[in-house]
C-alpha cells in the first residue's frame, strides 16, 4: 500500500510492508531462520544489492522497518537486538575518540553506563545536563569537541520533559547531532525527527512487542549520512534483530495504536485519582496538568501512554513494606508496555549528578508503574488496598 498522505498513520501502519504476492497469499511474512544464504553463482555473492547473510536481514526485518518509518516518519530504520544496542548505536554512530556528549541526566540508566563505561573508555567524554536546562544555560556547556546530544522524553524514572524549542536552534547553529529516546510514546505520540531531531530511537522490546515476550531496538531517521553510519556501526558490531524477534514485533505494531488508547486512558484515570490521594505526595505524569512541563507535552505530544511514576510521603523502608506486599495485579519487574501492569520501587535505581533535587528522597519514595491492559476498576481498587496499609499515624 501505497504511503500517501491521504490515509492516517494508522491504517498506514497496519499496511506497510504488506504484499500478499510476495508472502505467498499471507498477510504476514514469513520467518526465515537463516545464517548462509545462497547465490545463485559466484559472482553473485559481492555484486547483489543485499548482503546474502542473514544476519543483515530477511523479509520480517524488511516489513519491519517499513512499519516504523510509518510510525516515525523516517526515511531509514536500523534493527538492533534491544533498546539499550539502539541506543549504544545511536551514541556510537555520532561520536569518535576525542569528542564529547552532552546528555540528559534523567538517560534511562543503562544508556547511561554504555556512555560513561563504554564510550568513557573508548576517548568519548561526557557532559550530563539538567533535563530542564534553559537555552543560555545549555549554550555554555557546548565546547569545541561536543559533537552529539542525548535527548529523552520523558526522562526515565522522573519524567521530566526537554524544552526543545529552546534547545533544538542552538543545537542546530552548532551543527550538532541529536539523538531522542521515544521509547515512552513508542513513537505514536511524539515524532522527534519532525522537530529536526536527527536520530529517533526505541526499544521496541516495550509497547511495539507489546506481550512482555520478544526484544527489540530501532534506531529512525532521515538523514542518508546517518543511515549510513548506523549501518557501519551494525555490520561491526554484529548488531541484528533475530527472525522470530522480528515478527513479534511487526505484529505488535500492527495493533498498537488500539493497545496504546486503553493503556493511556486507564493511567490517565488512576493518575488523576493517585493525585487526590492522601498518601501519594505527588504524581508525575506530563499529560496532568499538574505538571511542570505539561505545556511542553501539549505542544509537542498527541497522547500519553501507560507510564507514570509518583512518590509516597512515607520514605521508611519498614513501614512500606505493607504497601508492597499488598499488592496483587502489578507484577514487580522491569521493562514496560506490555499487556500487563507492573511496578517498581525507583529509589534503588535512581541515579542522578546534575538533577540533584532526587537525592536523599527529598520528593518523596518513588514509584513507577506501567500500565497494562486489565480493567481500571481493578488497578484502582489494588492500589487503593495497597496504600490503606501504609501506617501514616508518625506523620
Not at 575518540?97 to 547511561?112: E, F
Not at 542518508?224 to 505488535?252: C, F, H, M, T
Not at 493497545?259 to 492522601?278: D, F, G, I, N, V
Not at 549528578?353 to 508503574?369: D, F, K, Y
Amino acid at each position: 500500500m501505497s504511503s500517501d498522505q491521504d490515509t492516517s498513520k494508522t491504517t498506514r501502519m497496519v499496511h506497510a510492508g504488506r504484499s500478499a504476492d510476495r508472502f505467498g497469499g499471507s498477510v504476514n511474512p514469513p520467518i526465515q531462520r537463516a545464517s548462509t544464504l545462497l547465490s545463485p553463482d559466484a559472482e553473485g555473492l559481492y555484486s547483489g544489492p543485499k548482503s546474502l547473510y542473514g544476519r543483515m536481514g530477511m523479509t520480517v526485518q524488511d516489513v519491519l522497518i517499513e512499519g516504523l518509518k510509518e510510525l516515525e516518519g523516517a526515511e531509514y530504520g536500523q534493527l538492533s537486538s534491544n533498546g539499550l544496542s539502539a541506543c549504544s548505536m545511536a551514541l556510537a554512530s555520532a561520536v569518535q575518540a576525542g569528542d564529547n556528549i552532552l546528555m540528559t541526566d534523567s538517560a534511562y540508566g543503562p544508556t547511561r553506563r554504555f556512555a560513561e563505561r563504554y564510550l568513557g573508555r573508548m576517548g568519548v567524554t561526557v557532559s550530563f545536563f539538567h533535563p530542564r536546562i534553559t537555552g543560555r544555560d545549555f549554550e555554555v556547556m557546548i565546547s569545541e569537541n561536543t559533537k552529539a546530544v542525548f535527548f529523552e522524553m520523558p526522562g526515565s524514572l522522573t519524567f521530566e520533559l526537554h524544552d526543545l524549542s529552546a534547545l533544538l536552534p542552538i543545537c542546530k547553529a552548532r551543527h550538532l547531532i541529536t539523538i531522542l529516546d521515544n521509547t515512552w510514546s513508542a513513537g505514536l505520540f511524539l515524532q522527534p525527527l519532525s522537530l529536526g531531531i536527527d536520530l529517533s530511537l526505541q526499544a521496541l522490546t516495550k509497547y511495539v512487542v507489546g506481550h512482555s515476550d520478544s526484544f527489540g531496538g530501532a534506531v529512525l531517521t532521515r538523514s542518508k549520512k546517518l543511515s549510513v553510519q548506523l549501518e557501519a556501526i551494525a555490520q561491526d558490531w554484529g548488531i541484528s534483530l533475530a527472525p522470530d524477534d522480528a515478527y513479534a514485533a511487526q505484529r505488535g505494531l500492527r495493533t498498537l495504536p488500539v493497545r496504546l488508547k486503553q493503556q493511556e486512558q486507564t493511567a490517565l484515570e488512576l493518575a488523576r485519582w493517585l493525585e487526590t490521594h492522601p498518601k501519594v505526595r505527588k504524581v508525575y505524569h506530563p499529560a496532568l496538568p499538574s505538571h511542570e512541563d505539561h505545556e511542553i507535552w501539549n505542544k509537542l505530544f498527541s497522547g500519553s501512554s501507560g507510564l507514570f511514576s509518583f512518590t509516597l510521603h512515607e520514605t521508611d523502608t519498614d513501614k512500606l513494606k505493607p504497601f508492597y506486599d499488598s499488592i496483587s495485579l502489578f507484577g514487580f519487574g522491569f521493562s514496560y508496555g506490555g499487556f500487563e501492569s507492573l511496578m517498581i520501587p525507583c529509589d534503588p535505581q535512581l541515579k542522578r549528578t546534575i538533577s540533584t533535587e532526587w537525592a536523599n528522597r527529598q520528593r518523596g519514595s518513588l514509584v513507577r508503574i506501567s500500565v497494562g491492559l486489565e480493567d481500571p476498576a481493578d488497578l484502582r481498587a489494588d492500589l487503593a488496598n495497597a496504600l490503606d496499609q501504609i501506617d501514616s499515624s508518625g506523620q
